[in-house]
């Protein structure tokens, strides 16, 4: 059963609750934070709430928006206090402002957060300040100053929201079982941790080449989002601001030295993109020729794209192709627009041109993620499995933790008869899920499959046993 990102949301932020209170007097916890939480224990529950991450209809599965995220994170990253932690992003269809840290470095952001980001520098004072919270083990610290039993609490707090997943009317009984738990007024951020991530984030996006006063900036967003939840639950709401955190941020701000940046161009097209994926596509459509006719919007090129986009929607291909052609005259070549031209000729139902447009936009952008999926769909719904195989064989070395890719592969060798291979595949696409037993379930289908070469067969018996010493090793205690 899919289980919503919502309830691993409210798991994670009802621990994480950042509600304001005093701070009390921590000690320097070093290492005793480590033996509360260490980091493997912390990847521990990283990678269960990335398997529900996987699965999830509340993530947003769309990778030329994953992509952008990804590397607008991983720059930041780079220019942070700690690069040997591994960072996951993903983005949460929710169009609430927002955006959270979870425990192993996974980061949330709602596409309410990118829509409502004026500038690029905004977003990313966003994923700065969550950075802070993870390199700064808060939440560790947070434990070795209570003392809790970490995957005691945490696991009792996911299980009863878990529980109430199925029925709406047990969430009241879960939030009970929280406070019974003693974890929800006793695990706050305190005023100095948020100031830690606000100065965490400001180093980082001032080392990254950011505009600084994105994060003050953002928090004024921040604000005017939070009256339009008044009333949500306090224990929603995971960023509460104060006068005296807004004022302390820009102080900071002041003090540092003023830098003007342009916003990169694939900041403007995802959220066009997302802004033309919202709601019914006439709305969008008339939003878009509205702006456009009246001259209002931060990027031309975007605005026609969204368009585009929302168009295509409506399948009024006459409208795409007039809006692909203004952009190919009028805007920078780009890949998103070499995409969208494909997926056109896709909807079309013109299979040729598909063909020759995935073609020719890979040669031009050969480790495009997007393509690459597009161009192996393309082949997939043509009933060309062969195609999809040499194709994805020859790109995957690109992408080897991808999870899709494993995917396209199974779904090929499928039609292809080759049950070895396709349970392979499908094991393999589960280990990139964090799902060891679908995993070890798909590889032991592969070993029994019986129409492998001697050579496949010993690898599928291999890694089998791999995979099931794996799975051994993760019902030991983590320290």
Avoid: C
Avoid at 47 to 62: G, H, K, T
Avoid at 365 to 383: Q, S, V
């Amino acid at each position: 059963m899919k289980l919503k990102l919502t309830i691993i949301t409210l798991a994670i932020a009802s621990v994480l609750h950042l509600s304001y209170v005093h701070a009390n007097e921590l000690p320097e916890l070093g290492d005793v934070s480590a033996t509360v939480m260490s980091p493997l224990q912390e990847q521990a529950i990283a990678e269960q709430i990335l398997r529900e991450v996987a699965v999830s209809p509340d993530v947003l599965q769309d990778v030329e928006v994953s992509d952008y995220l990804q590397a607008l994170g991983s720059r930041l990253v780079e220019n942070g206090p700690d690069k040997r932690q591994k960072f996951y992003f993903f983005v949460v269809r929710d169009l609430s402002i927002n955006a959270f840290a979870m425990p192993g470095g996974v980061i949330g952001v709602h596409t309410g957060l990118i829509l409502g980001a004026n500038t690029e520098s905004e977003l990313a004072g966003v994923l700065g300040h969550e950075i802070g919270h993870v390199t700064q083990r808060h939440l560790a610290r947070i434990l070795a100053s209570q003392k809790y039993d970490t995957f005691k609490n945490i696991a009792g707090l996911a299980l009863a929201l878990l529980l109430s997943r199925s029925n709406p009317q047990l969430a009241t009984g879960a939030f009970t079982t929280v406070s019974a738990l003693g974890i929800q007024n006793r695990l706050d951020y305190t005023r100095e941790h948020e100031r830690e991530a606000d100065r965490i984030g400001l180093q980082i996006l001032d080392s990254g080449g950011f505009d600084v006063r994105g994060m003050p900036s953002f928090f004024q967003i921040m604000q005017r989002g939070t009256r339009f939840e008044g009333s949500a639950p306090s224990f929603l709401r995971t960023h509460p601001l104060t006068s005296e955190r807004i004022a302390d941020v820009t102080n900071r701000v002041e003090s540092m030295q003023y830098r003007q940046v342009t916003d990169s161009i694939e900041f403007h097209l995802v959220r066009a993109k997302l802004r033309a994926s919202n709601g019914v596509p006439e709305s969008a459509i008339t939003l878009f020729e509205q702006n456009i006719r009246e001259r209002r919007f931060n990027n031309e090129m975007a605005e026609h794209y969204g368009l585009a986009i929302a168009q295509l929607r409506k399948n009024a291909f006459a409208q795409v192709e007039k809006e692909l052609a203004w952009l190919r005259k009028n805007a920078s070549a780009h890949v998103m627009i070499e995409t969208l031209a494909a997926r056109l000729e896709v909807a079309k139902n013109n299979p040729q041109q598909a063909d020759k447009q995935y073609a020719a936009a890979l040669a031009r952008y050969p480790d495009n993620r997007a393509l690459i999926y597009g161009y192996a769909e393309h082949y997939l719904a043509i009933k060309q499995p062969d195609k999809v195989v040499k194709l994805v064989l020859a790109k995957q070395g690109l992408y080897p933790d991808d999870a899709h890719f494993y995917d396209l592969l199974a779904k090929a060798y499928s039609m292809q008869n080759k049950s070895l291979l396709s349970h392979q595949a499908q094991s393999e696409a589960h280990y990139r899920k964090y799902d060891l037993a679908r995993a070890i379930e798909q590889m032991d289908l592969a070993a029994k499959a019986n129409d492998g070469d001697f050579y496949q067969q010993s690898i599928v018996e291999a890694r089998l046993k791999q995979l099931r010493l794996m799975a051994a090793d993760e019902k030991k205690p983590k320290s």
